[in-house]
């Protein structure tokens, strides 16, 4: 079993996290825009996110031989050890639901700031877990500073979504009778795949593309897109939002608990489950809990999404690639944040949840978020964004060593 024992490759492991999660919503968002159903793009995202896991688990969890203290991968699943598969589990639970929730959110509120939003409470309230669980190992004199421009980075990060939907109302104005029309073609039964011309390299919707960040654009957006959200409260966004937080925020500690077994719920002479043991198990929960729930939504959708079925959903290949890649960057990129928390302490691991900052160049170039958005929203972006990139060096810098 190969692990990652010093503080400079644990920080290589975040790193490279931190592109990996920060990439693959974007890759989602791009679905959603396109018209795919996102019940669709959620169960092909599942089944690699669980391949991610298998196979960081047999190759890295099988590479060296084990020892009895560190066995490998297979010989733990013989093992006497379910309290710790237990917590593992309840982390893939809660992360699967978090990651559901996010799925709708970008819809609502835009990529950039859900991510702010999310990953800061993430920050607040599964930092400070970790940091008593991993016995104080990080300093906390640099970590709680980090935790504070995290929680400021939520603030602003609200004041930049409140500022670019005023803006978006203002330029929207000028349309009068064109928004509603097209607003409402989910409730005549008219999909985003049925209606209109088709544009093959950018998904179904008009060939004439309006400029990026005009009103033109924003009902253009509309009108492909599979979650309507014109004409509804940004309070539901948010309300999405803050409850996919709250469940990020738990993960990280239910996989610290499974790895380090704090609470000594394990046998005696049981040894602690590897990193890749238990983010097997918090992976089979994970995809488990999402199949289920992305069926029955197939069959009984929320906010106003068009039924579908599982024959339809094989049948749609349309994006399918992206979404397979998605899962593939999830997985990989959970699997190397808790490789890092594991040597490093998961207080700092959670430096990853920087993430918005790879998510909102993202947002920015591929879907012209706060393009001609107003002096006022760009000042908040940047001051966000500035935020996020103090707490990660902060963050890392408190960086310990697990004995």
Not at 124 to 145: H, Q
Not at 325 to 335: I, P
Request: glycine share 10%; aromatic share 12%.
């Amino acid at each position: 079993m190969y692990l990652v024992e010093s503080k400079g490759g644990a920080i290589g492991c975040m790193l490279l996290s931190l592109f990996f999660l920060g990439t693959w919503p974007a890759l989602l968002t791009l679905l959603e825009r396109r018209g795919r159903l996102p019940q669709h793009t959620y169960l092909d995202y599942t089944i690699t996110n669980l391949l991610a896991a298998v196979i960081i688990a047999f190759t890295f969890g099988e590479i060296r031989a084990g020892t009895p203290e560190a066995p490998n991968f297979l010989q733990q699943l013989s093992q006497d050890n379910w309290s710790s598969v237990l917590f593992a589990m309840a982390g893939g639970i809660v992360l699967s639901l978090g990651n559901l929730a996010t799925q709708y959110a970008w819809a609502f509120v835009g990529l950039s700031v859900v991510e702010v939003v999310t990953c800061s409470i993430t920050v607040v309230i599964g930092t400070t877990m970790n940091y008593f669980l991993d016995d104080r190992i990080n300093k906390a004199e640099i970590l709680f500073p980090g935790v504070g421009c995290f929680l400021i980075a939520v603030c602003l990060g609200s004041a930049v979504h409140a500022s670019n939907a005023a803006d978006n109302r203002r330029k929207l104005n000028n349309l009068p009778g064109k928004v509603d029309a097209r607003a409402n073609s989910a409730d005549n039964g008219t999909t985003a795949n049925e209606a209109g011309p088709k544009d093959v390299e950018n998904g179904n919707g008009f060939k004439d593309k309006a400029k990026v960040g005009t009103a033109d654009f924003l009902v253009e957006v509309e009108n492909r897109r599979s979650i309507k959200v014109f004409g509804r409260s940004a309070v539901l966004g948010l309300t999405i939002t803050f409850f996919a937080g709250f469940c990020f925020s738990l993960f990280s500690p239910a996989f610290n608990l499974a790895t380090n077994d704090q609470w000594h719920t394990l046998k005696e002479g049981v040894p602690h489950l590897s990193v890749y043991t238990a983010f097997f198990y918090f992976s089979v929960s994970c995809f488990v809990l999402a199949i289920i729930l992305n069926i029955s939504f197939l069959y009984r959708p929320v906010l106003n999404l068009p039924k579908t079925s599982f024959k339809a959903y094989l049948n749609d290949w349309n994006g399918r690639g992206w979404a397979l890649l998605a899962g593939f960057l999830c997985g990989f990129g959970n699997g190397l944040q808790f490789m890092g928390g594991q040597a490093a302490g998961y207080a700092a691991a959670d430096a990853v949840q920087a993430l918005p900052l790879v998510s909102t160049f993202w947002g920015v170039v591929i879907f012209g978020e706060y393009r001609r958005s107003s002096r006022r929203t760009y000042v908040l972006l940047f001051g966000m964004l500035f935020m996020f990139i103090a707490a990660v060096g902060v963050l890392m810098a408190s960086s310990g060593h697990r004995k």
